[in-house]
C-alpha cells in the first residue's frame, strides 16, 4: 500500500530539520517525553496531556565528553558515543563550553549536586544520559533548525490531542535553563515560510503566522488547548528574567534556591511579582506538605499557602502567589552538596543567607 501521505506534499518535515535529526540520530516523534510519572498523573486527573523536553544541564554535557571522567554514575560520567559525535559535527569547543543552566547553584548544579536531571530513570546508567547529549548538541549545531524541530514535534503532539478533545502541556526545559536567548534557546526568533505555516494548520491545527519571526513559545501558546509552562531559577529582571520569559508567552513558576545568597530576597520579589514560588524540601513521600511558608529578609516577609507540587507537573493550573512544595527526589549520585539544595521539613526557623524561611504545618 503507498504511503498515506507523500514526502512531497504539504506537511512533510522541513529538510533542514531532517537533516539536523539525521545528523544528531533521532526522530521527530522521539524527540519530546510523553509519558513519566508526574504527565501520567496530571493526564489521569483529567488535566491533559504533557509534553517535555530533555538536555543535559549545567556542565554535564562537558563532563560527558571529557575522557578520564568517571563520574559518581556512569550517568554522571564520560559518555564515549557523545564525545564521538560532537567530533564529527565540529561542536567538541562549543559542548564544552556550554553551561544549560546559567543560574545553578552548588546544591544543584555542581559535579555531585543534586540535579533532577539524575533522578529516576535519568540517573540510571547511560542511555538517558546520551539522549539528552545528543538533543543538546543538536541544539548547539543549529539552533533555528532545532527549534523548528521542537515546533514540528509539539504540532504532532497537539493534533493528537485535539482529536481526543484533549489539552496538551509543554514544558520545553525540563531539565536545563538555555541561556542562548531571552526566555532560553526556545526565546529565538523562528522563521516559518507561507507553505509551511499553512502545513501546520492544515495537517495538525496549529495556527503559526509566517509574517513575523517570533519565539515558538509566542507561537505556541497563541493556540487554544495548549499550554506553554517552565520551572525557572532565572531572578525576576534582565532579558533572560521571570518576567522576560512571561512575555515570551510562557507561564513560568520561579525555583526557590536555598543555597543562594539572594534566596529569600529573591523568593520574596517573585512572590510579589505574581509568580508561583517551587520550594525543594526533604520529606518523605506520602507524607503531610506544610499549608504556608513564610520567607523573612531584613524587614520585609510574606507568608503563602502551599500547593502539593508531586500530583501533577501542570503548574499553570495552580494559583498564582503560592509556594509549590516539592518533596526531594533521589538524586544518584548526589554528594554532600546537595543537601543544599532542600529546606528541611520541620517547623523550625531556617536561617538562610539573607534572612529565614519557616515552614508550617496545619496543628
Known sequence: MPPLIHAATPGAIPSDVRDLLARIGFSLPKLLTTSNQKINKG????????????????????????????????????????????????????ALAHNGCPWMTAGCGSAEGGCLNFSGHGGMGQTVA?????????????PEAYARAVLWSVARHYAAARLAGEPLAVRLRGTDEGPNFAGGWHGMPVHITPGEALSLRERYGLEVSPHTAAPITERLAANPGLAVYEYSKATIRGDLGLIAQRAAGVDVTASFAAD??????????????????????????????????????????????????????HRYLDPHAVAVILRTKLSRGAGPVADLFSLRGHESTQPLADGAVTLSWPS
Open 260 to 313: 543562594r545568597p539572594t534566596a529569600c530576597r529573591d523568593g520574596l520579589a517573585a512572590l510579589r511579582e505574581g509568580f508561583r514560588l517551587a520550594v525543594p524540601v526533604a520529606i518523605k513521600r506520602g507524607a503531610p506538605i506544610p499549608d504556608r511558608v513564610t520567607i523573612l529578609s531584613g524587614l520585609d516577609s510574606i507568608t503563602v499557602p502551599t500547593v502539593d507540587g508531586d500530583q501533577t507537573d
Open 43 to 94: 493526564q489521569a486527573l483529567g488535566h491533559g496531556r504533557g509534553l517535555i523536553l530533555h538536555h543535559l544541564p549545567a556542565r554535564a554535557l562537558a563532563r560527558a565528553i571529557t575522557p578520564g571522567n568517571e563520574g559518581s554514575t556512569t550517568a554522571r560520567g564520560f559518555i564515549p558515543s557523545l564525545l564521538e559525535l560532537a567530533e564529527r559535527e565540529g561542536l567538541t569547543a562549543a
Open 130 to 142: 546520551a539522549a539528552r547529549g545528543r538533543r543538546t548538541l543538536a541544539m548547539l549545531a543549529n
